[in-house]
């Protein structure tokens, strides 16, 4: 059965960090890319960034940078990605999803939001 | 505030066809493809259309994919009550160099 299956909830306090893993299962991790996703409660999707588990690479959306680092074992189908500097703001369901590789091999990333396997959430509280 | 923009609610009774629009910018929807996603409450959403309207296997022909200029659209026909969820749109944002989503719009099925 293909799936990715996520870490359990975390309960954190302001200024701390978070590592939530995504475990790939029924395909290769390194045949596609790891997008994290979160969603605050009862909001819209925030893209926060991508890793290619092949070479490594990685990007991350502007508002994270500095603050988020995503990262693979392929030894063990498994992608993470840790945030510091916890918020109140950063409470929020956290999804990995799975994405294409880019066609062009020239490119770092596909630019195509078809993410047609996501993990089932992590939901990350933040409160003092 | 979402980059794109979606209407907040939807709803048809059953056997309608619903529309769901999509609006964006040239550096989004006007230069990438626009995938659609469905999200019942409390799980992960699922991919119901993407490259603009092709479908992945298992979903219904009944969901049907559009683009035109800046614009997307998603349409349910044959309306049932098991498509009472959230809907999303999203589009890979060139100046933001990742993906940007619609605020998501809720079906009703009356």
């Known amino acids: 059965q293909v799936r990715l299956e996520q870490s359990g909830a975390e309960v954190k306090k302001p200024g701390a960090s978070v590592k939530v893993s995504c475990k790939a299962s029924g395909y290769t991790l390194t045949d596609y890319y790891i997008h994290w996703v979160r969603q605050a409660p009862g909001q819209g999707f925030e893209w926060m960034g991508w890793?290619?588990?092949?070479?490594?690479?990685?990007g991350q959306a502007r508002k994270f940078r500095g603050r988020v680092t995503m990262t693979t074992d392929t030894s063990i189908d498994s992608a993470y990605m840790e945030l510091t500097g916890l918020t109140s703001d950063d409470t929020a369901l956290y999804f990995c999803a799975r994405g294409p590789q880019p066609r062009n091999k020239l490119m770092v990333v596909a630019p195509n939001v078809a993410f047609d396997l996501w993990g089932q959430g992590t939901m990350v509280t933040v409160s003092s | 505030q979402s980059v794109l923009t979606q209407p907040p609610s939807a709803s048809g009774t059953p056997g309608q066809r619903v529309t769901i629009s999509c609006s964006g910018s040239?550096?989004?929807?006007?230069?990438?493809?626009v995938s659609w996603f469905q999200q019942f409450p409390g799980t992960a959403p699922k991919l119901l259309i993407y490259r603009d309207h092709q479908r992945p296997s298992g979903v219904p022909d009944r969901f049907s994919g559009s683009k035109s200029d800046t614009s997307a659209s998603l349409a349910i026909s044959g309306l049932r009550s098991e498509d009472e969820a959230d809907y999303y749109c999203a589009s890979w944002d060139d100046s933001l160099s990742g993906p940007v989503f619609g605020g998501g719009t809720t079906v009703t099925v009356l």
């Open positions: 040239g550096s989004n929807i006007g230069s990438n493809y």
């Open positions: 890793v290619n588990p092949n070479t490594g690479g990685r």
